[in-house]
């Protein structure tokens, strides 16, 4: 039964490869690292890669793209296998005893290259790999939602034998490639298009990036709300982080998210958070505390540091919260309010600046704060970028009145620090054309700054 389940998900086995993809799909930015580093067989190669990312968000798909690239550079179809546990689980008893029952050939130039998808779910996963990695029995490209706990958080033990990527959703331009694809041509878009405006900044900030949740809401906004709010509250939550947790208020777990996704972006209160959930027993704040843990840990929610004016965190300061895409929270909101278009807005920039930032080939890897000095003196997003520390404020807004005050809020920032810049991100310099040319400057548009955080420029 495993062989006869194994040859139907590796249909190139029989030099088949129609099936591979699906119909609609686009090229993931991160799929050139990800390929780069499968196909690097030097000898100071990592040879485990580990995908982690989101429910939904498309590990998947970007694991199978490897698997294209591999055999159309000559890696040979009998030493590339995919197992995913969904498919198998039921008859292996963990990942060493598929290895061994399933061994791909050896010799030659290319060494077998594993493909393990949801390979969170074969207990004893971290161990039989390290041992896998260490007796040299090939590559491995493995996908799961989170290995923070795991892999992650233990450099040393792991040194020098993986490599950890994390898929993010959807960035902007990614976004718009899978709205504009054209279905009878996979992988392909409509070079006539024009560039995008606010109008398809504005769809972004409302669905944000998952992909599934974007083919959807092309056809219909409600499903595509329904099915965004089940993937997270079934598979994300329910069938990853409650069945591996003991976690009793299982639908309390759930509200608390859902609270969070009402208001994100807000200054976390344990106390207030564990006041509206009515939770009533002397360790309450101690449970909520677990639960944003977890949530955290599976790569759902991000903490955003209070920092100084000089970038660095406040440890002891209450964090922002933010989802880790903007389409985790649209589903909560009602999609027509211009306030809640603001707060998704904050979330995408969020989520583009996280990337770039924590990017590979980022100097930037360090964490994104925000700074608040008392009541009405708040700036949305600090950061250092190349030796400067930048502070970001957003605006969805149209009036120039706004536009000052929210330029004001960045003056405040920067005032007395030479080494500070302060930069609004809004729909466009065309918005406010009757600032002065000075205050025009410091106004960046969406799209641009969406292209400086995925393109290496910011």
Request: charge should be neutral.
């Amino acid at each position: 039964m495993l062989h006869s389940l194994l040859a139907e998900a590796n249909p190139w086995w029989q030099g088949e490869e129609d099936h591979l993809l699906p119909k609609r799909f686009i090229y993931r930015h991160l799929l050139s690292k990800v390929w780069g580093r499968c196909q690097d067989l030097s000898p100071g190669a990592r040879p485990a890669i580990v995908l982690t990312g989101p429910r939904q968000v498309g590990k998947t798909v970007l694991v199978r793209h490897v698997i294209q690239r591999a055999l159309a550079s000559g890696w040979p179809a009998k030493k590339i296998l995919y197992a995913s546990h969904d498919d198998i689980g039921a008859h292996v008893d963990s990942l060493r005893d598929l290895i061994d029952r399933v061994p791909l050939p050896a010799g030659g130039s290319h060494p077998p290259l594993y493909v393990i998808d949801e390979i969170q779910k074969f207990g004893g996963w971290p161990e039989d790999l390290k041992s896998l990695v260490d007796r040299k029995r090939g590559r491995f490209l493995v996908a799961c939602p989170s290995a923070q706990e795991t892999v992650i958080g233990q450099k040393e033990t792991w040194l020098g034998r993986i490599e950890h990527f994390h898929l993010y959703g959807l960035n902007f331009f990614e976004y718009l490639d899978l709205r504009r694809v054209d279905a009878s041509l996979p992988g392909q878009r409509d070079s006539t298009i024009p560039p995008p405006g606010p109008a398809e900044v504005e769809e972004y900030f409302r669905w944000g990036g998952f992909p599934q949740a974007t083919v959807d809401s092309n056809r219909n906004l409600e499903l595509a709300r329904t099915r965004m709010r089940s993937d997270l509250e079934q598979k994300a939550i329910r069938d990853d982080i409650l069945s591996r947790h003991d976690i009793a208020q299982s639908d309390l777990f759930i509200l608390a998210f859902s609270m969070l996704m009402r208001k994100p972006g807000q200054i976390l209160n344990n106390s207030h958070l564990t006041r509206d959930l009515m939770l009533g027993d002397g360790n309450s704040t101690r449970t909520v505390d677990s639960w944003l843990h977890h949530l955290e840990e599976a790569g759902l929610i991000v903490p955003v540091p209070k920092a100084r004016k000089d970038g660095t965190p406040i440890l002891n300061a209450q964090p922002k919260v933010f989802p880790l895409d903007p389409s985790m929270a649209a589903p909560y909101f009602s999609g027509q309010d211009s306030k809640e278009l603001g707060v998704l807005a904050e979330c995408g920039v969020f989520r583009h600046l996280l990337e770039a930032c924590r990017s590979q080939d980022s100097p930037n890897d360090q964490s994104v704060g925000y700074w608040r000095q008392r009541e009405g003196e708040e700036v949305d997003f600090v950061v250092r970028i190349n030796g400067k520390i930048v502070f970001l404020e957003v605006t969805t807004t149209w009036h120039r009145q706004r536009v000052e005050e929210k330029l004001k809020k960045l003056d405040s920032a920067i005032k007395g620090e030479p080494e500070s810049i302060g930069r609004l991100l809004c729909w466009g310099k065309h918005l406010a054309n009757k600032l002065p040319d000075e205050e025009l400057g410091r106004l960046v548009s969406f799209a641009d700054f969406f292209s400086a955080c995925t393109y290496g420029r910011l």
